[in-house]
């Protein structure tokens, strides 16, 4: 009985292929994908109808800006969705629009062009007033971009954007930009957004960056760089209120997530924070870099931060504070709480003197307050370094609390664990021993947790629609 099943099977399984493939290929929206959104949709189209080819080799920039201007039109009419089918979608940068989702189906790769004429230029961020490269003051729009929009949804079911970095890491590295690398997502100025089930690999540089936006939303994403490329940093929420970050995992040669807010006089006049950030479950590899960062462009101040069960390898340090004289602004009421590591340079870390400045216009007196940073619930292993805790001088960082954290040493650890500087604060049931300038709590508070909030920020209660395609 079981042989003659089995041969069945076989032939049915051959005979279906083609039908599923091509099903794939031509009738994508009854193929009945679903999938969690913000919003659902009431139209939907295909790449394809617009003229793209899939091959690699042919640019479907037009294809993208085509479809995007077509969609635009239903925005007020229950809004639209683009799908990318399986194929390898090359493109230059286009932009989004408002009440539209993008949606990348598994085997579709939208493949960033390594042709500069696809990329056009635009000027710096307000809050930065440079770029971050090179030396003029341009850079190049993001590969999928957006301003001033509402309710934008970039999803998949795990497909790919594919930042082709090579070429903008080769000519960053021998000086030959004036201009900024593009990012491989950035949205600006805009709200209730939602980045989930893709994978981003190779970006030129940052990968997603939410900057000036409201109610965001990163989940489930995926992002690749070679660990020796340089500023590929993962998550870069700037200047953003109320953000979650959950359940992504992070490879990257810079910081896994780098939360920002502006440089120097230009972020400070700007004065836009990050504040309510919720990131949770993070697997993170950065071997030069943060699992989590917070600066060192902080002008417009960061503050209610929330990170926990984190999970880091073979990264330079968990969180690191940068910040420095000129930036001013604050980072305050930070809160991380059960991280698990292995293989760290250091556990904690901040720094007081991450001296780099957009332009002399920067006021040295701008000096940046570090207050109420609360660390807990923690192991690492094979940890060259506890800490490296350096703050400013005349402007020390204060109120840091660390309590319930072990931490085993490698064996070339350093003879010196806790070097600190210019910080106060205190410690509780902390392995190895802390530095003088962080005492073990004094009884009764000897055996108390350092604070987490107990609320939640409002980003994290948002309950996801099922939509399907
Ligand atoms: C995208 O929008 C920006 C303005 O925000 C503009 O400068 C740029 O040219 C637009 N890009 C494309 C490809 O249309
Ligand atoms: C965004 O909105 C601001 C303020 O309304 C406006 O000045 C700016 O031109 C808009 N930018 C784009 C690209 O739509
Ligand atoms: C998105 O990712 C989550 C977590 O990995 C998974 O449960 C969910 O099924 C994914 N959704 C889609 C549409 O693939
Ligand atoms: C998505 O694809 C990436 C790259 O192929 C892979 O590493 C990751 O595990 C995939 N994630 C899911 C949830 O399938
Ligand atoms: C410990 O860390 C060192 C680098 O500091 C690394 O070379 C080694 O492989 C790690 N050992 C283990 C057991 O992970
Ligand atoms: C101490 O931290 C560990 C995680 O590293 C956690 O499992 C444990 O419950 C914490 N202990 C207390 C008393 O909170
Ligand atoms: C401790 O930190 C200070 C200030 O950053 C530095 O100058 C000094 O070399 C460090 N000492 C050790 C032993 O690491």
Redesign the pocket.
């Known amino acids: 009985m079981i042989r003659p099943m089995f041969g069945i099977l076989v032939i049915l399984a051959i005979l279906s292929f083609p039908a599923i493939e091509s099903r794939s290929h031509q009738n994508v929206v009854s193929s009945g994908i679903r999938f969690s959104a913000l919003n659902c949709r009431k139209h939907s189209a295909i790449l394809t109808d617009f003229g793209a080819v899939g091959d690699g080799k042919t640019s479907n920039t037009n294809a993208f800006k085509k479809a995007i201007s077509k969609l635009s039109q239903m925005a007020t009419d229950g809004g639209a969705q683009l799908v990318v089918p399986p194929g390898k979608w090359l493109t230059g940068s286009f932009n989004l629009t408002s009440h539209f989702t993008l949606f990348i189906q598994r085997g579709a790769t939208i493949l960033a062009s390594q042709d500069e004429s696809e990329w056009p230029v635009i000027a710096p961020l307000p809050s930065y007033g440079k770029g971050r490269d090179g030396t003029g003051t341009g850079r190049f729009n993001s590969l999928i971009s957006g301003t001033n929009l509402t309710d934008v949804v970039i999803t998949g079911n795990n497909g790919t954007i594919n930042g082709q970095g090579q070429y903008w890491w080769d000519k960053f590295k021998k000086k030959q930009f004036k201009l900024t690398r593009p990012y491989l997502i950035e949205l600006l100025f805009s709200k209730n957004i939602q980045i989930s089930n893709i994978t981003l690999i190779d970006s030129p540089s940052w990968n997603i960056h939410p900057v000036y936006c409201n109610n965001v939303i990163v989940k489930s994403v995926t992002v690749l760089a070679p660990v020796t490329v340089p500023n590929t940093d993962g998550i870069n929420p700037d200047s953003c209120t109320n953000t979650l970050i959950e359940d992504c995992y992070i490879v990257s040669g810079d910081d896994c997530i780098a939360v920002k807010s502006g440089w120097d006089q230009y972020g400070i006049k700007f004065g836009m924070p990050t504040q309510q950030l919720s990131i949770r479950r993070l697997t993170c590899i950065s071997p030069k870099s943060a699992g989590v960062a917070l600066g060192s462009e902080m002008s417009g101040g960061i503050k209610d931060v929330r990170i926990e069960d984190v999970t880091l390898t073979n990264t330079e340090s968990a969180i690191r504070i940068k910040t420095a004289a000129g930036r001013g602004a604050y980072v305050k009421d930070i809160f991380a709480r059960r991280i698990t590591m292995k293989t760290m340079k250091y556990v904690f870390w901040m720094s007081g ?1 991450y001296n780099s400045h957009p332009d002399e216009g920067f006021d040295p007196k701008a000096l940046p307050e570090v207050t109420n940073i609360n660390y807990r619930d923690m192991t690492a292993e094979n940890v060259t ?1 506890s800490a ?1 805790l ?1 703050g400013i001088h005349k402007d020390p960082f204060t109120g840091i609390c660390i309590s319930n954290v072990t931490i085993a040493l490698a064996d070339k650890a ?3 664990q806790w ?1 600190c ?1 210019d910080v106060a604060g205190v410690t509780s049931r902390v392995t190895p021993e802390p530095c003088s300038l962080l005492p073990e709590k004094k009884a009764p508070a000897k055996n108390e947790d350092c604070a987490f909030p107990s609320d939640l920020i409002p980003i994290e209660s948002v309950v996801l629609k099922k939509c399907s395609l």
């Open positions: 003197n370094m490296s350096d350093k003879k010196v070097n500087t």
